[in-house]
């Protein structure tokens, strides 16, 4: 048999090599006799036979064509083939160690990355805590969170890129699978100076004079479609003008008087004090909100994430939407 010397040669291959021609128990056994420096001591620490240990390790030296252990009547201690070779075991060992471990994490969510799509996230709203609760139950996987539009989302969950895209409205599409996570009561934001500031709450037809100010990024898209849907048949259509802009900023022309826009109750709370947000009297229900993520997607993590926002979403106060 061709015999082959490991000097110098990584743990990576070590493990490689061994796995094919070294059983584990040699391994552990050499492992115990460089710890020990005693083929008796070792034996003892793993409850087997002197003469079975002694066996191992000569048998071991023979098919690598290495001397480990210089042997004399004091006992025993490392050549330095061996004591080169023992580093390398241990690295092996500690690959194989971490590979078991991270399999074990991985299979159970405990460990990984998780891309998601979102509309927004503002302080303290549904998804800002979620990730929040996720990331503190498991610090272990990342979060790579990207904002953008439903469709956007949707492409990115078919293509692969995000594991899950959390998204305004509900969603009956065949090849994603979909699950309603929360509610939200819909706002009106407007100038503080507005006519309408100083009521309690204002109905659509009060708005339909108005300018809107839509974001083309994130909930824009959808909160066009709303306007229209709800001015349809009724008066005509708003003034609607769609701006790539950031939230901030379009917070700030509202502020100033530039127009209105829509938002959901929660990111109303966390939003400048600039600008007064009013429900809207006869919006026929609270906006819902939808996780949407692919049938293929098998990751533990991500039934781990949705299992934890269904559980939050049962928790989450019920918007008023009278």
């Known amino acids: 048999m061709r015999r082959r010397k490991l000097i110098g040669v990584s743990g990576n291959e070590v493990l490689h090599i061994l796995e094919r021609r070294v059983p584990m128990a040699a391994l552990i056994q050499l492992l115990a006799v460089a710890e020990h420096l005693s083929f008796h001591r070792a034996a003892h620490a793993l409850g087997t036979s002197q003469s079975s240990v002694s066996l191992r390790i000569r048998a071991l030296e023979k098919d690598l064509g290495v001397t480990l252990f210089d042997r004399n009547t004091r006992g025993v201690r490392l050549t330095e083939s061996g004591r080169r070779f023992v580093g390398q075991v241990r690295e092996a060992m500690s690959i194989l160690d971490h590979a078991i471990k991270t399999a074990g994490m991985q299979a159970r969510g405990e460990e990984g990355k998780l891309s998601i799509g979102v509309h ?5 709203c549904f998804i800002d805590r979620l990730l929040e609760r996720f990331h503190g139950k498991h610090p272990r996987i990342h979060l ?6 439903a469709r956007d989302a ?5 293509e692969g890129k995000l594991d899950v895209a959390f998204m305004a409205c509900t969603h009956d599409l065949p090849d994603l699978n979909s699950r309603l996570i929360w509610r939200d009561r819909l706002m009106v934001g407007l100038p503080p100076r507005h006519p309408l500031a100083t009521e309690k709450d204002v109905e659509w037809r009060q708005l339909a004079e108005e300018t809107f100010l839509v974001r083309n990024c994130g909930t824009g898209p959808q909160v066009h479609d709303l306007i229209v849907t709800r001015s349809a048949g009724k008066w005509r259509i708003p003034t609607i003008e769609r701006l790539n802009i950031e939230r901030s900023t379009l917070m700030s022309m509202i502020a100033v008087g530039h127009g209105i826009s829509l938002f959901v109750n929660e990111g109303s709370v966390a939003s400048a004090a600039n600008v007064t947000f009013l429900p809207i009297r006869d919006e026929p229900e609270a906006i819902p909100f939808s996780a949407v993520w692919s049938p293929r997607n098998r990751d533990p993590g991500l039934f781990n994430l949705l299992t934890l926002a269904t559980n939050m979403s049962r928790q989450h106060p019920k918007p008023d939407s009278r």
Request: net charge neutral; no cysteine.
């Open 144 to 149: 790579n969170i990207s904002e953008g539009t």
């Open 154 to 158: 949707q492409l990115m969950v078919r």
């Open 120 to 124: 927004a996230v503002t302080p303290g």
